[in-house]
């Protein structure tokens, strides 16, 4: 469950947001479009506890992130528009980062989300000499490090191939099946048809998107 009430945000005088509330149940895919610089991404990035807002709470499952930030920790994983591996380091050692055990690593590269995500095939590798598309599927593979309950993706497709962006549309349904909770910023929209709920994002507000006004003509738009 997340409950977001009244979020505010600002750089300097500019207001970002402006008094965003949103909630979610356990297996819901919710979805945010909107035009770059609207406010999305700090939005997000307060929902993962990377940024702190002006004003406002933010609730997983009634635990006061805010006032307690191991409640971040805990409850999301967060994958930003920006590549935030280690390149000088492996793959492997970049997701020992994030999962201490190496027992547990070993079974999620043998049969876990990992594994789904073919990290396997080059685990190996540098992280300099992946390509766009294996880079975020480690990325992915880490916000997922204790398989927290809700997954938060910024742009998760971004310049990646169609391939790619249906291999991550295909690991959010298998997320969303065993009751994950997903909220995703994108213009893709086999991304947005995923979405159980989609609002826009304007002006540092939110507003719903009825199901009819879906698909090509709303992502166009933006």
């Known amino acids: 469950m997340i409950e977001i009430n009244n979020l505010t945000a600002a750089y300097g005088k500019k207001q970002v947001l402006k008094g965003i509330s949103l909630e979610s149940e356990r297996g819901e895919c919710i979805g945010i479009v909107g035009p770059n610089g609207c406010g999305k991404s700090t939005f ?51 997701l020992r980062l994030w999962y201490p055990d190496r027992t547990e690593l070993k079974k999620e590269l043998q049969e876990g989300f990992l594994q789904l995500l073919g990290i396997g095939e080059f685990v190996k590798k540098p992280v300099r000499k992946l390509s766009g598309g294996m880079k975020k599927r480690v990325s992915i593979g880490i916000a997922l490090a204790g398989m927290p309950p809700v997954l938060i993706l910024d742009e998760p497709s971004a310049a990646l191939d ?55 003509a709303l992502t166009a738009k933006f």
């Open 44 to 94: 997000l990035s307060i929902m993962a506890g990377v940024l702190k807002p002006a004003s406002g709470s933010v609730y997983y499952y009634g635990k006061d992130a805010l006032k307690n930030p191991i409640v971040f920790q805990k409850m999301t994983g967060y994958v930003p528009q920006e590549n935030p591996l280690i390149p000088e380091l492996s793959v492997y050692d970049n």
């Open 162 to 216: 169609l391939v790619c962006k249906e291999d991550i549309k295909r690991y959010l349904q298998i997320y969303l099946e065993k009751k994950g909770t997903v909220v995703i910023t994108t213009h893709e929209e086999s991304e947005l048809s995923l979405c159980d709920r989609l609002y826009v994002m304007k002006d540092g507000r939110l507003f719903p998107v009825n199901r009819e006004l879906r698909g090509t």
